[in-house]
C-alpha cells in the first residue's frame, strides 16, 4: 500500500473507506489494483479486497500511477461541487435581496434539485435556509 504522503492516518482513511464517508471526499482517493479505477471514499461500488486495492493522497498521484477516474463516483468532481458551493455562498451573501433557487443553480452550472442537494449535504442547511 501507498500510503507515504497521506495527510492522515491508514486506520482513520480504511475506516472512512469502509464506512462511505463522504466528509473524507477530497482528502484521498481508494485506486483499485484489479481494475485499475481509482474512487472517492464515499463511491457506491462494491469494496475490493482489501489486497487489491491502495489509498492514494490525491487525484494527481492516482493517475501519475496509471488509474482512471471511476465513472460511477466521478472522483474529479469534487472539487467542481465544492467550488459552486463556495460561489453560491459568495453570491447570497453579497445580494441585497434572496436569490431563487434557479437562478443560483444556474449561475454555479447546475440543475436546481441536484444543487439543493449538494448545498444542503455539504452546508447543513439549504440555500433559503443560509
Known amino acids: 500500500m501507498t500510503n507515504a504522503t497521506l495527510d492522515l492516518p491508514e486506520e482513520t482513511a480504511l475506516a472512512a473507506f469502509e464506512a462511505r464517508d463522504r466528509a473524507m471526499d477530497g482528502r484521498f482517493v481508494v485506486a483499485v489494483k484489479t481494475t485499475r479505477i481509482y474512487c472517492k471514499p464515499s463511491c457506491p461500488a462494491r469494496r475490493p479486497r482489501r489486497e487489491n486495492f491502495e489509498l492514494l493522497p490525491d487525484n494527481a498521484a492516482a493517475q501519475a500511477a496509471g488509474y482512471r477516474a471511476c465513472l460511477r463516483c466521478k472522483p474529479d468532481d469534487v472539487g467542481r461541487d465544492r467550488t459552486a458551493i463556495a460561489k453560491a455562498i459568495a453570491l447570497i451573501e453579497q445580494s441585497e435581496a ?15 434539485h441536484h444543487f439543493q442537494r449538494l448545498f444542503t449535504r455539504d452546508i447543513g442547511v439549504s440555500p433559503a435556509a443560509y
Open 98 to 112: 434572496t436569490i431563487a433557487l434557479t437562478q443560483l443553480a444556474q449561475a454555479v452550472g447546475y440543475a436546481p
